[in-house]
C-alpha cells in the first residue's frame, strides 16, 4: 500500500512539476510589443493551450499577431532599404514589393479564416508560407540590421508554429 501511495505521488509530482518545464517552448517572443492584456510577453506557448479557449480563436489571434508583425517587418525593412542598408542587386530593388505581397498575403489569410473559408485558407496557407520561406532566405543572405533582424525572427517563429498546427491538422 506504501508503494502505490508513493509511485501515485511521485506520478503526479512528474505530471504536475516537471512535465509543463519540459514541454515549455524554448523560443518565446522577444519582440517587446507582444505583451497580453496584462503587459506581460506573449510566449509562443500562449497559442496552443489546451487549457481553455476556443482552438478557433487561438488560431486566429495567431494570423492577427502574423499580420501584424509583417507590418513591422515592412516597416524595418523599409526603413533599412531608405538608410541604404543594402546591395543594389536587381532583387534588393524589389524586396520593398515582395515584403508588401507578404503582407498582403498574411491579411487575406487572416480574413479567410475568419470567414470560415477552408479550401481558400488552405491555399493562401500556402502561399504565406511559401512566401515566408522564400523572404527568410533573402533576409538572411542580405546583412540588415537587428531591427529587420528581430523583426523577422518574431515572423519566423509564427510562420514554424503555423507549419505545426497545419501538419497536425488544427487547420
Known sequence: ??????????????????????????????????LNDFGQPIYL?????????????????????????????????NNALNRGDRDDSPWGNRLEDFVSKFKDATGHLKDDFGDHHPRQVAADLQQVLDQGHRLGEVIERRRFGPRVQESWVAVRQILDHLQQVRGVGEF
Open 45 to 77: 506557448n500562449d497559442y496552443p493551450s489546451d487549457f481553455g479557449g476556443d482552438r478557433h480563436q487561438r488560431i486566429a489571434a495567431m494570423l492577427d499577431r502574423l499580420h501584424d508583425r509583417a507590418g513591422d517587418l515592412q516597416d524595418a525593412i
Open 1 to 34: 500500500m506504501v508503494k502505490l501511495r508513493t509511485s501515485v505521488a511521485i506520478a503526479f509530482f512528474l505530471t504536475t512539476a516537471i512535465a509543463p518545464i519540459a514541454l515549455a517552448d524554448p523560443y518565446p517572443y522577444n519582440n517587446p510589443n507582444d
